[in-house]
């Protein structure tokens, strides 16, 4: 990943983390690793807890940010859920997965869209 595709994942993630406390969302946890891969946001819902994966693009021209979560990846964002909840020693009575895009137009302010549930 070059330094500038690095530079719009970053700020697509703070626009993100803007727009869920501003929904009334509150983070708990941001760019989780293990040896398995990363979890972008993890956020309280009320009582559900949600585990968020951002995209951002600036462009159409590699598709949609929803077209970008294919099956595979879905199943492997369960299981650093379960990672996740394992290393922390959380629990929750409902865990939900979602998709944050975002995009970067030209000019103005960045597009945000949380969807709650995409997968």
Same mark, same amino acid.
């Given at each position: 990943?070059? =330094?500038?595709?690095?530079?719009? /994942?970053?700020?697509? *993630?703070? &626009? #993100?983390?803007? %727009?869920?406390?501003?929904?009334?969302?509150?983070?708990?946890?941001?760019?989780?690793? &293990? @040896?398995?891969?990363?979890?972008?946001?993890?956020?309280?819902?009320?009582?559900?807890?949600?585990?968020?994966?951002?995209? =951002?693009?600036? =462009? !159409?021209?590699? /598709?949609? @940010? #929803? *077209?970008?979560?294919?099956?595979?990846?879905?199943?492997?964002?369960?299981?650093? $859920?379960?990672?996740?909840? #394992? #290393?922390? !020693?959380? =629990? $929750?009575? *409902?865990?939900?997965?979602?998709?944050?895009?975002? *995009?970067? @137009?030209?000019?103005? @302010?960045?597009?945000?869209? %949380?969807?709650?549930?995409?997968?």
């Amino acid at each position: 990943m070059t =330094t500038r595709n690095q530079a719009v /994942g970053a700020y697509g *993630e703070r &626009c #993100a983390v803007r %727009h869920l406390i501003e929904t009334g969302l509150r983070p708990v946890d941001r760019n989780w690793r &293990c @040896p398995a891969g990363e979890i972008d946001i993890i956020a309280w819902d009320g009582a559900v807890l949600a585990f968020c994966e951002v995209k =951002t693009r600036r =462009t !159409g021209r590699f /598709g949609t @940010p #929803a *077209e970008a979560i294919v099956p595979a990846k879905a199943r492997r964002l369960r299981g650093l $859920a379960v990672r996740w909840l #394992a #290393a922390t !020693g959380t =629990t $929750a009575d *409902e865990l939900r997965f979602d998709l944050v895009a975002v *995009e970067l @137009p030209d000019a103005g @302010p960045a597009r945000v869209e %949380h969807v709650k549930g995409a997968f």
